[in-house]
């Protein structure tokens, strides 16, 4: 196995880089293909051989592997290997459809924390650290893939999981966490709670979070960090291609994320699965060559994003991911993502980011309510002053998003809080209409 350093910068030229991925890819097909698996099937229907991957042309002309693969093929329908070299198995969260099962050879787990061990050093995690862990253990991917790179690390690790807000609050401070693993949501609600308990995380030894699994605009960004005293970076991943691990923060660039180039082939293509150019937005494809259990060839993530550079087998770097292509609401024929209402919220100093998006359909027309909570601290506010804010929100949503939606203003703390991903969407409409954008 090659390291990172031997792939850096110009010395990549395209031609070592074609012939990295070409020979990868063939191998993983050939894996594929000996592995006797419905996948086999699927790639043989679309006369896919190994033998005639021969160039980058020919990788990008492979069919899509797509969720309803994972659903045709449940449980193990993809595996390329028999259960018998398998060491672990992991789910998917489920967000929008039926949980993906995948699974993991020895090979694959040291790969995986590899790169999450990549992913945390990046930023500078070092033995001395206490690492509270709140991403959910069990089949999700969060928890323990996490602890593989945290312990490959040498860093101390707790491994609190999701949810008892309380205890985890008592073992940040009992312990001195120095570093927390959570979902962004989860970030905000430990702060919360802590305010209540009269304990100021910002004055606690914690400096450094690694957060993820679910959009978080940059200005809710900003709010952990000031609120935690800490630097909070963003990583990213997805249980089908191995969890959390498969990009991380720039270190130079908060508003993009590495994907590691010497583990992943990145693609961009639009709704019609046509590559689009560098720069333009899409939906991510990521193809897992180095996989042993389930490796995905062209895997559509419905991540939206776009290539912003590419630096050889080291990455692609791509946008942030703030949204994915099955959030997309569309109300009175306006394609609206969640994730947009989220960040208008967050330039309101009175408002909590803390929302939920009820649509329903009155008669012929579709009916949007935004249910907000005042900020913490703001529940004596002026019945005036609210109304003024409620009003001048309507407007600002109007202008961003084209579409009317009424607002409903709650006191802080009303609205459910998550411990894991956050719901912020309860569409009550039969046959609700969720499509692809771009
Ligand atoms: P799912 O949510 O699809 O059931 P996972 O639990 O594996 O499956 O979550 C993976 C998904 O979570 C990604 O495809 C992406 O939509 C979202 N996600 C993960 N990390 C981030 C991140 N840092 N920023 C935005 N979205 C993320």
């Not at 991925?21 to 679309?46: E, T």
């Not at 400096?207 to 699994?213: D, H, K, S, W």
Request: charged share 25%; aromatic share 10%.
């Amino acid at each position: 196995m090659f390291e990172i350093s031997d792939f850096n910068g110009e010395k990549n030229s395209n031609h070592i880089l074609e012939e990295y991925y070409v020979n990868c890819i063939s191998n993983a097909l050939k894996r594929i293909h000996f592995g006797g698996s419905a996948y086999q099937s699927k790639l043989l229907d679309f006369d896919v051989s190994y033998q005639n991957v021969t160039s980058l042309n020919d990788i990008e002309s492979l069919p899509f592997t797509t969720k309803a693969d994972f659903q045709d093929n449940y449980p193990y329908g993809l595996f390329a290997v028999p259960t018998s070299e398998v060491i672990r198995i992991h789910s998917s969260s489920g967000t929008k459809s039926k949980p993906k099962i995948v699974g993991y050879t020895k090979n694959d787990i040291r790969n995986w924390g590899a790169l999450v061990l990549r992913c945390l050093m990046m930023h500078g995690l070092s033995k001395e650290d206490i690492v509270l862990n709140s991403f959910g253990y069990g089949v999700f991917t969060g928890g323990l893939g996490l602890q593989l790179g945290v312990e490959a690390s040498g860093a101390t690790l707790i491994p609190a999981s999701t949810g008892k807000t309380a205890k985890q609050i008592d073992l940040l401070r009992d312990l001195g966490a120095t570093v927390l693993l959570s979902t962004p949501s989860f970030a905000m609600h430990l702060s919360d709670e802590s305010e209540k308990l009269n304990f100021d995380i910002a004055k606690s030894p914690l400096r450094l979070g690694f957060m993820g699994a679910e959009p978080w605009p940059d200005n809710m960004k900003s709010q952990i960090e000031k609120r935690l005293g800490i630097k909070a970076v963003n990583i990213y991943g997805l249980s089908e291609i191995m969890g959390p691990g498969v990009g991380i923060e720039d270190p130079d660039d908060s508003n993009s994320l590495i994907l590691w180039g010497d583990h992943f082939y990145v693609e961009i293509v639009n709704e019609k699965g046509e590559l689009v150019p560098d720069g333009c937005y899409g939906e991510l494809v990521i193809t897992s060559f180095l996989k042993e259990a389930i490796p995905l060839i062209r895997y559509r993530t419905g991540d939206i994003t776009r290539i912003i550079k590419r630096n050889g087998l080291y990455g692609v770097w791509v946008e942030r991911i703030a949204s994915r292509s099955d959030d997309m609401l569309i109300v009175k024929g306006v394609n609206i993502f969640p994730s947009q209402v989220g960040a208008v919220l967050c330039n309101y100093s009175d408002l909590s980011p803390y929302y939920l998006l009820e649509i329903e359909r009155r008669g012929f027309s579709d009916n949007v309510i935004l249910n907000v909570e005042l900020a913490r601290g703001k529940h004596n506010l002026e019945r005036s002053h609210v109304y003024n804010v409620s009003e001048n929100l309507k407007k600002y949503l109007k202008d961003e998003l084209g579409i009317y939606i009424d607002v409903k203003m709650y006191n802080p703390g009303v609205l459910e809080r998550f411990t894991s991903k956050r719901q912020t969407v309860n569409d009550k409409r039969e046959n609700a209409g969720s499509g692809y954008i771009v």
